[in-house]
């Protein structure tokens, strides 16, 4: 349950700034307006090859190992309902449970669950138990290599 989040955001912009390719760089240093070269006065090598990582760099490789990770597992959620903010045991605050229940879509949950659309079956379990529906029907590869993404 997720309640009133604080941010802190000093040095975010120096800790994500992304840097400007080194021709860029170059670019800028070779105009005639003194504020626009004052900018950006490091030396650049031009032997260097590799461009330096950008914080859009890194977030996107980041955000690409996450979903991968995510699309490799079979997640498992546990749902846990703070009964009051006492820590009391036997003491239930109906409106603080009703606006976690609400905040959680547990009602949701529960609806499609009773839908008939309770779990999804892993995909080698499925063609294990399901493929005599579909004798000489399924393409053998699908068979062999198939996953939970087919």
């Known amino acids: ?3 009133n989040v604080g941010y802190h955001v000093e040095g975010f912009a120096e800790a994500n700034k992304d840097v400007l390719g080194q021709d860029l760089v170059l670019l800028v240093q070779t105009t005639s307006n003194d504020f626009v070269r004052g900018l950006y006065p490091e030396v650049v090598d031009i032997d260097q090859r590799r461009q ?5 760099y890194k977030i996107k490789n980041q955000c690409g190992d996450l979903v991968y990770q995510l699309m490799d597992c079979a997640p498992h959620y546990v749902r846990c309902i703070k009964s009051n903010d006492q820590k009391a045991a036997g003491l239930i605050d109906p409106q603080r449970v009703m606006h976690q229940v609400r ?8 609806k499609v669950r009773r839908a008939g659309f309770a779990t999804r079956m892993e995909f080698h379990r499925f063609i294990a138990r399901f493929k ?4 000489g029907q399924i393409d053998q590869k699908v068979l062999a290599h198939g996953s939970d993404y087919d």
Request: hydrophobic content about 50%; charged content about 5%; proline content about 5%.
């Open 103 to 110: 905040y959680l879509g547990l009602l949701e949950n529960v």
């Open 132 to 135: 005599v529906l579909a004798a």
């Open 1 to 3: 349950y997720a309640g």
């Open 52 to 56: 330096p990582t950008t914080a859009g």
